[in-house]
Nanobody
């Protein structure tokens, strides 16, 4: 499956962005999806995950209550709504897919990755 992330940009602290990740090539509904991020000089970290039908979600503590992951299987797209953004949310955000009911927070279990979209939050 090919993944294309979009929606990143520059926003002030307290603002919002919505990231999108479009998938093509395989039945999207067979894949658990997640978002990860990587800040300069830091390792890639888990942000949020959603199971293949959207019925279960999981978040990193650092974004819980501010970010929401969702998916539209009819549009082959997963979203990450980011509210109350903080400068520490600045990173390249990647979507990932795993051919399983649920993916979890470990990056190594994911089979496919998008190219990343830059999110910059100014203070």
């Amino acid at each position: 499956v090919q993944l294309q992330a979009s929606g990143g940009g520059l926003v002030q602290a307290g603002g919002s962005l919505r990231l999108s990740c479009s998938a093509s090539g395989r039945p999207f509904g067979s894949y658990a999806m997640s978002w990860f991020r990587q800040a300069p000089g830091k390792e890639r970290e888990f942000v949020a995950a959603i199971n293949w039908n959207g019925g279960s979600t999981y978040y990193a503590d650092s974004v819980k209550g501010r970010f929401t992951i969702s998916r539209d299987n009819a549009k082959n797209t997963v979203y990450l709504q980011m509210n109350s953004l903080k400068p520490e949310d600045t990173a390249v955000y990647y979507c990932a897919a795993r051919k399983a009911y649920y993916g979890g927070s470990y990056s190594l279990v994911y089979d496919y990755w998008g190219q990343g979209t830059q999110v910059t939050v100014s203070s």
